[in-house]
């Protein structure tokens, strides 16, 4: 080959190569527009959010060159189906394409909105290229109860592969989440910011929550709010504009009937963040140091979230999570023995007796299974997503469901023994069994207590509550001396006859609320107040009595965990990864400890020594305490 046609081709191939680096390190981005509609807020009861979602997608359509619409999240007040079909309706009369996806309203106010939002509008997330620029959306909300927003160890494994994917491809990406990135909104914050950084092609992200324009770092990264498309004190509703070229994106808030306001400019050649940075916060675990008679004995890293405690019999570990999995694991050292795919989330914990698991399922299911192996044994079908907590006693085990319906059903063949259908609110808590009693809460501001028999209704107890949100529907309730024992969120303690359902007292000293339990020789009830401490008031008496108070130190905490009383010692956890152990007879702080930074469950104690806990960050795992060590 003559030596100047070699050096021609090297050249070219030279060339080539170059261009090639150029495309793929600068996206060939077109410019385009896209709206941002988020905080829409329909409600059945108010025609007003209807008629501001109407005006802002009848101006979007008489707008030129709008190339998509994002809906980021909250698209109703309570995520009811009908509402949310209402929604779709609305959205349909787009003459653009929009992407939508879930905001807290739909996860934590409505059971279909938890598990219907799929069906509706086809997946809880977003993924897709336009014009040379990805985005990516994800749930960044709690899922049926209140706690910080979250996002599922699984979403943000999808996220890395998408930023993976676009940046091989030089496109830069937009990352739309419902809540800010930021600690004290979502409690996993760091874990998003640290992945989206280290790709280095995310150049904003984009959200609600808040109502009102703010812009934003993201540990570095820029991030955007947008107003709620709800009107303002100007009776005006409105949305945002984006305007994206191959140098900047530029965000306008528009109102409906005014001109479009710039509001931010960001760079989309290059990032503005150190890509091999840290985050500005992490969370502290330097508590643990102080008690170090607390050791992990073993942790197990999933990839699904729980929302549900786990359970234990026979050394297996046995969990439901939201990816839908029920999972058996080793209770010596957490190794997965087996896991059983149901077809939507799990989010009420699964029962084991008897050596067979008995879970629900958003995919209207109740399951059986063999412990030993997984294998179905038998399946229940309910018309509506069952998200309630098993209770097993004698065989029986006792579940609520989406459907109006409570049921109790042999655990062996799956029979239906009785089949309660008077209830008129959707069902999530762990129901309490009596020797004959079975008492639950609904989302409909009622206590119920049937007949554990035939399941025929005994008495409802309602004590005047009047919004739904007030519900004792996520505690587990209680029952000692003749009394049966709540909290709610309208922060009260109450203590209800157990024979016919009156109030003999209620008090709203302590400012409690959801989360409660009972020593083992039912004289002490202990209740989680909302600022850092735990309460214990007597179970005997026609009065309210608080035999002791103490000082944890959670801060401000509103995350349904229930108190579990082993060995006379009260262990409790926290929305932000804490487990905590107090002398249940006097109130003394035992130790604390801290095991990552999101909502734990209600923990497990299989010993004063030993207990089993499972959190929405994917973890199971059991702490054991060391006395050797104890400082």
């Not at 980021?72 to 992407?99: A, F, H, N, W």
Request: aromatic letters at 10%; charged letters at 20%; one cysteine or more.
């Amino acid at each position: 080959m003559p030596y100047h046609f070699k050096t021609k081709r090297v050249f070219i191939i030279l060339i080539l190569f170059c261009l090639v680096g150029i495309t793929n390190s600068k996206a060939r981005i077109k410019p385009f527009r896209f709206a941002q509609l988020t905080d829409i807020h329909l409600n059945p009861n108010n025609e007003g959010p209807t008629k501001d979602l109407q005006q802002s997608i009848a101006q979007i359509n008489a707008t030129d060159s709008l190339d998509f619409v994002l809906v980021t999240g909250d698209l109703t007040e309570q995520g009811d189906r009908k509402t949310m079909l209402k929604v779709k309706s609305c959205l349909e009369e787009l003459r653009i394409p929009y992407y939508v996806y879930l905001g807290n309203h739909e996860t934590t106010w409505s059971e279909s909105g938890c598990t219907a939002f799929q069906d509706i509008f086809g997946s809880e997330t977003l993924a897709f290229e336009h014009n040379g620029v990805a985005f990516i959306g994800f749930n960044s909300g709690p899922l049926m109860r209140m706690a910080y927003g979250h996002v599922s160890p699984y979403d943000i494994e999808q996220m890395k592969k998408e930023l993976a994917a676009a940046d091989a491809k030089g496109e830069p990406a937009i990352i739309v989440t419902h809540y800010p990135m930021l600690d004290g909104d979502v409690d996993n914050w760091y874990k998003v910011t640290d992945a989206a950084r280290r790709q280095g092609n995310v150049r904003l992200f984009i959200g609600g929550h808040y109502h009102a324009i703010r812009n934003l770092k993201y540990d570095g990264i820029p991030g955007i709010l947008m107003r709620s498309n709800l009107r303002d004190e100007n009776g005006k509703p409105g949305y945002g504009i984006y305007e994206v070229d191959s140098k900047e994106i530029r965000a306008y808030v528009q109102n409906v009937g005014e001109p479009k306001r710039l509001v931010a400019v960001y760079d989309i050649q290059k990032p503005c963040y150190d890509p091999k940075g840290k985050a500005e916060k992490y969370p502290d675990y330097s508590d643990n140091s102080k008690f170090p008679q607390v050791e992990e004995e073993w942790i197990t890293q999933t990839t699904g979230a729980f929302y549900s405690s786990p359970a234990f019999e026979n050394n297996r570990v046995f969990t439901g999570d939201n990816e839908g999995f029920v999972k058996a694991f080793s209770l010596k050292n957490g190794k997965l023995l087996w896991k059983f795919k149901t077809e939507r989330r799990i989010i009420g914990g699964p029962a084991v007796s008897q050596g067979i698991v008995v879970c629900g399922s958003a995919d209207k299911k109740i399951y059986g299974l063999n412990a030993k192996n997984g294998q179905l044994l038998w399946t229940v079908s309910a018309t509506q997503p069952v998200l309630g907590a098993v209770s097993i006693k004698n065989g029986i085990a006792y579940i609520g469901a989406s459907d109006s319906t409570f049921r109790a059903i042999q655990i062996r063949s799956g029979k239906i023994v009785w089949a309660y259908r008077g209830v008129k609110g959707y069902i999530v808590t762990k129901p309490l069994v009596t020797d004959d009693k079975v008492i639950f809460g609904a989302w409909d501001n009622t206590l119920y207590a049937l007949d554990k028999t035939d399941g025929k209704e005994i008495w409802k107890w309602t004590g005047g509550l009047t919004r739904m949100h007030f519900s004792p529907a996520a505690v587990w309730p209680q029952a000692s001396f003749g009394k049966v024992f709540i909290v709610d969120p309208q922060r009260a303690m109450t203590a209800i006859d157990l024979q016919n359902g009156k109030t003999i007292w209620r008090t709203f000293q302590s400012k409690v609320r959801e989360s409660m339990g009972i020593a083992a020789d039912g004289k002490r009830i202990y209740a989680k107040t909302m600022q850092d401490s735990v309460v214990c008031y007597a179970a005997e008496g026609n009065s309210p009595r608080q035999l002791w108070a103490c000082n944890v130190g959670f801060g401000y905490e509103h995350g349904p965990c229930m108190l579990q009383e082993k060995g006379g010692i009260v262990f409790g956890s926290t929305k932000d990864g804490l487990i905590y152990a107090i002398n249940g007879k006097n109130g003394t702080l035992l130790w604390r400890h801290k095991v990552g930074n999101s909502l734990m469950s209600t923990v497990v104690p299989i010993s004063p020594k030993k207990i089993l806990f499972s959190n929405t960050d994917g973890q199971v795992g059991i702490l054991k305490i060391n006395k050797s060590k104890r400082p």
